[in-house]
């Protein structure tokens, strides 16, 4: 990467800033015209004179030039062209032609600064772009150094300003500086005392300025580096959460993080103070300019020496001068800035090691697969601080064998296993997989031929799926097709992308290779993916994720049409009388017995957060309707007595009692609230609570579920008018609220409601032994009959798994890695203590799985017990950064040897 | 069934007798009435267990694992409590129950559990009481294949 940013911005945007010079340049005869065109209009057009050049002599007779004024007789030409004009018409077409020239000299500004504009974009993008990419070709080590917070704080905020100044670099200072030399000439040609009084102070700020500059420069980098602290505090922190809180270190690193602050604070206070101290030298020597022209140009003028349209002109010109001077200076700062700021970044994404771009992006001519043999021959790693990890370690093994690394940790197993996946680059020594040399291939081998899972795998914050099928997305294989505006907006975005050198791969094409997966189309990819999860023991989670999954039934109407079809079996199903016990399913015309009284009025999912069905007495519409159908004294009633009940029951627990939160419908902050009305109003005088009181006691009996707490309240009396209330409620639902309930109904998919309930269409009864695992079974039974349970899981792939996998549990994440390595079908599957984490029971099915799966490839196991060991052909026993033994287990596992030795220590 | 009949029906349990109505009636809303269809297991011997069950109505067989096969050593009718034992002593289930009948349960969790027995001396004693006829019952049954064993040793000898 270039060192400094002009050859940075030479290199890629040269053409841009020719064309942002020349209109820069084009600008300033324009500018010039326009001091002309006000001398014009103030001494022609306004007080009717010209000035003339004249030969006087003088006193002492020598002769000079000199400008005396001229009365002009109008009828006149302007400049001397085309017709003749009076004076009033003759100071309109000036003023005329100076509003011409304003819209033309701002109109070349215009396209400059959206020229200016699109260029800085580019190239800002073209840098983030650069410093990303770099990132991706980091050796491994250098991640030890460089915290993920400076990196972030890097390529985001600190490069963000260095884009406005692409945009000015050339075009600002010839632009500015044009148009200063061209007033500066102008006010020469008028009268060079007064331009020369005008700038004779200049030199000063030209000296002074850079030194002063020199120490905001100084304080700028310090800043920098402070702030890159600063981020890399924040992203430690937000890393290390858990720690913070489970060792109450909020307040340490609350106060480091103020001492950093503090630090930062200071140096910006400094660097204001100087660009402060700058800013004040600047504007008093560019004040001392009009002291001048009106001492100077004042005298001038009484002596005659000097007409007033001249120092107008000149006065003018002056401040015209100061503009584009001032301008100059803060560019001067801005530079002095971009610069610090560039060769900062640039450095630090400038590590030793960095890997070659070829790498990251060639494509094997010939596809490459491993067979053979892997060979290690002399592989000599040392760590950073030149201990020795790997000391000459060397082997030849088949790669359709299993391997074990049996190993403690520090004995060089995890190190190896990474030198075999190419995460890190031996010091010394060759790895080879079927004669390719691993260092002189690109990733586009090596991330496909080999797969590589250790103990701590990072899951991606997109969809399970996406995950699954990570492995298989190198490149667009199959471009999208676009139309009409899609298709210009596809092209503007290549050409855009080209134009920063950014890649223009197509994030909409399909990037699935299905060859390296074994699978023709989608659908079979599906099936292997599913495949894959069931040899981890992912695929019982899938479904469950499935089953609670959501699905749009206008996108997949196959989906939602199985789903209806399993609702309709279980119907038949539930014929049989032990297992209609199970659900009570929901019908419009009866009520649920199962389900609280809010759903029975809702009969409906809740869309949005219009209807909450904790709170639904609440809503002004629901009040309507129980008014509407005679129920609102009759809620009251219910909700006296269940207030009753449960002040009965739970008045004399403890409010922290478990069965208070597992039970009661009223939590202990309200009891006593509860207590107090039933003391206040007896059962008759209901009618003169007041409107709160009213609406506290109504909301209670939403909650009740007749079958659950069997309180007697929701009565053969109450039911049938709730089915009333139910039908009001829908029947009058005001056009407002149309869309946030979607209601219940036998024959339609429910959008709302995920896919279990959609096949449930009920409620699974309280007071039935296993119900859930009954009803689970049986829709199991149900869905495989209809051949749907794949479907499914399929819908359990679109499981958003959240920010490093935050939505799975770690044993899922790290099966779901698994799954990840096998489903791309790798010849060389590289393991580092990949199940240690998971139970025995999930360890023996992952190992004999992978073992199964992988018949005639290789895989290459870290093992985390030495035990495990008997079921891989090959043992490799590492100690101290050395092979110690090598061989099969039956061979190795005796009297003496360090695996028999491991393997007792790892029984005792 | 509404909490006050299930109240009512507690009361017939001898276990339950001395219990006030109000904590009854937190026992009846507290726990769960659970029905098993006749044939289905209620607790599964070796596993563990958070709660005691009493039966409301209906039968259950008392199935313990032996090695060769499960064994029915004893039969639970209506009042009768079982699962005491796990949540007690905090150990796996010694037997497996079995519905015999379709039986209505009543499902007492440890926490309540514990919360009953030290308020109610009275419902501590019906326990005890049942767990030691329940010893008293095992120790004659040793002592009856004791005495077994001892005549088979003593023919083969």
Not at chain 1, 295 to 323: M, N, P, Q, R, W
Not at chain 1, 633 to 649: C, F, K, N, W
Not at chain 1, 798 to 824: D, H, N, Y
């Amino acid at each position: 990467m270039e060192r400094n940013i002009f050859s940075f911005i030479l290199k890629y945007s040269y053409r841009q800033q020719i064309v942002l010079v020349l209109l820069a340049v084009i600008n300033m005869p324009f500018t010039m015209l326009g001091y002309q065109l006000v001398e014009k209009i103030v001494n022609e057009g306004i007080q009717g004179f010209r000035k003339v050049p004249e030969q006087v002599t003088q006193d002492d007779g020598s002769i000079i030039e000199k400008s005396v004024k001229m009365m002009i007789e109008f009828p006149e030409a302007v400049f001397g062209i085309g017709p003749e004009f009076d004076q009033v018409i003759f100071l309109f077409v000036l003023v005329g032609l100076f509003l011409a020239n304003i819209l033309l000299l701002q109109g070349i500004k215009y396209a400059l600064n959206v020229y200016r504009g699109v260029t800085a974009e580019r190239m800002l993008r073209r840098l983030r772009y650069a410093l990303f990419q770099r990132v991706l070709r980091f050796p491994k080590p250098t991640f030890k150094k460089t915290s993920q917070g400076e990196v972030i704080s890097m390529i985001t905020g600190e490069v963000e300003p260095l884009g406005g100044f692409v945009g000015e670099c050339f075009s600002l200072p010839v632009m500015q500086g044009g148009i200063m030399l061209m007033s500066l000439g102008y006010m020469l040609i008028a009268d060079w005392k007064l331009a020369l009084a005008a700038v004779a102070l200049y030199p000063i700020q030209f000296y002074i300025i850079p030194k002063l500059q020199k120490r905001v420069n100084l304080l700028g980098k310090e800043r920098v580096k402070r702030v890159r602290k600063l981020s890399e505090k924040i992203g430690e922190t937000v890393t290390g959460i858990n720690e913070i809180h489970a060792h109450d270190g909020s307040n340490l690193e609350l106060a480091t993080f103020s001492e950093r602050l503090n630090g930062i604070y200071y140096i910006r206070l400094q660097i204001y103070i100087w660009k402060f101290i700058i800013k004040f030298v600047n504007n008093f020597i560019q004040q001392l300019g009009p002291v001048m022209f009106y001492s100077i140009g004042g005298y001038l003028v009484i002596k005659g020496d000097l007409d007033l349209g001249t120092l107008f002109a000149a006065i003018s010109a002056h401040k015209e001068i100061g503009a584009p001077w001032k301008e100059l200076l803060g560019y001067y700062q801005r530079q002095a800035d971009a610069r610090i700021k560039y060769e900062q970044v640039v450095e630090q994404f400038a590590p030793a090691g960095l890997f070659d771009e070829e790498r990251l992006m060639s494509e094997p001519e010939t596809p490459v697969t491993f067979e053979g043999n892997v060979n290690a021959s002399g592989i000599i790693l040392t760590d950073d601080q030149n201990n020795s990890v790997l000391d000459s370690v060397s082997f030849t093994l088949a790669l359709d064998q299993k391997v074990a690394l049996v190993g403690a940790g520090g004995s060089g197993r995890d190190e190896l296993s990474e030198v075999l996946a190419r995460l890190i680059e031996p010091d010394r020594g060759t790895v080879t997989f079927g004669g390719h040399d691993l260092s002189a291939l690109p990733e586009s081998v090596t991330g496909r031929r080999i797969s590589y899972v250790d103990n701590a795998p990072f899951v991606f914050n997109k969809t399970l799926g996406e995950n699954l099928f990570y492995g298989l997305k190198h490149r667009p294989l199959k471009d999208a097709e676009y139309e009409g505006d899609r298709k210009k907006e596809r092209d503007s975005y290549v050409s855009e992308a080209k134009a920063s050198g950014n890649l223009d791969f197509d994030l909409g094409a399909d990037w699935v290779d299905y060859d390296a997966a074994g699978v023709p189309d989608t659908a079979g990819l599906r099936q292997a993916g599913i495949e894959a999860l069931k040899i981890v023991g992912l695929d019982e989670d899938v479904y469950q994720f499935g089953l609670r999954g959501r699905i749009n039934p206008e996108t997949r109407a196959d989906i939602a049409d199985g789903v209806l079809k399993a609702r309709k079996a279980l119907d038949e199903r539930l014929t049989d009388p032990s297992l209609a016990v199970l659900i009570e399913r929901l019908d419009p015309n009866s009520y649920n017995t199962n389900a609280s009284l809010a759903e029975n009025l809702l009969f409906g999912t809740p869309v949005g957060d219009t209807f909450d069905l904790d709170r639904l007495a609440e809503h002004p519409y629901i009040q309507e309707v129980l008014e509407k159908v005679g129920m609102t004294s009759q809620m009251v009633s219910m909700g006296y007595q269940a207030a009753a009940t449960m002040v009965e029951l739970f008045s004399d627990l403890p409010p922290d009692h478990e069965l208070f939160q597992q039970f009661s419908f009223v939590s202990a902050d309200d009891l006593p609230e509860l207590q107090g009305l039933l003391a206040q109003y007896t059962k008759d005088q209901l009618d003169t609570l007041k409107p709160h009181e009213q609406l506290r006691l109504m909301s209670l009996p939403f909650k009740l579920i007749p079958a659950r707490h069997r309180l007697g309240i929701i009565d053969d009396e109450v039911m049938p008018r709730l089915l009333e209330a139910r039908k009001a409620f829908a029947g009058n639902l005001p056009d407002n609220l149309q869309g946030a309930v979607a209601f219940f109904d036998p024959d339609e998919y429910n959008a709302a409601a995920n896919i279990q309930d959609n096949i449930l269409f009920g409620k699974i009864a309280y007071g039935q032994a296993q119900a859930q695992e009954r009803v689970g079974a049986l829709m199991r039974e149900v869905m495989s009959e209809l051949g749907i349970i794949e479907t499914v899981s399929e819908v359990g792939l679109e499981f958003e798994v959240g920010i490093g996998g935050s939505r799975l549990t770690g044993a899922q994440r790290q099966k779901l890695a698994l799954a990840r390595a096998v489903v791309k079908r790798p010849d060389v599957l590289i393991l580092t203590e990949a199940t240690a984490s998971l139970d025995t029971s999930s360890q023996a099915r992952i190992l004999d799985g992978l073992l199964g799966a992988f018949e005639g490839r290789s895989i290459i196991w870290g093992v985390h017990r030495p035990a495990m060991a008997e079921r891989f052909d090959h043992i490799l026993v590492m100690k101290g950064g050395r092979i110690v033994e090598s061989g099969s287990f039956a061979e190795l596992n005796k009297e003496g040897t360090a695996l028999s030795e491991m393997i007792a220590a790892e029984a005792a | 069934m509404s909490l006050n009949e299930e109240v009512e029906l507690l009361r017939q349990i001898p276990m339950f007798q001395k219990v006030e109505q109000s904590k009854l009636k937190l026992l009846a809303f507290t726990s769960e009435r659970l029905s098993f269809p006749a044939g289905q297991v209620v607790c599964e011997q070796g596993e563990p267990g958070d709660s005691m069950y009493v039966i409301v109505q209906g039968d259950a067989d008392v199935i313990v694992n032996l090695p060769n096969g499960p064994l029915t050593v004893a039969a639970l009718h209506k009042n009768s409590f079982f699962g005491e034992i796990a949540i007690l002593c905090d150990i796996p289930r010694t037997a497996t129950i079995k519905a015999k009948t379709e039986l209505v349960t009543l499902r007492i969790t440890k926490d309540l559990f514990y919360r009953l027995v030290s308020e109610f001396p009275q419902m501590t004693i019906e326990i005890m009481r049942e767990i030691a006829f329940r010893l008293d019952r095992t120790t004659q049954d040793l002592q009856q294949a004791r005495n077994d064993l001892n005549k088979l040793q003593g023919a083969d000898s």
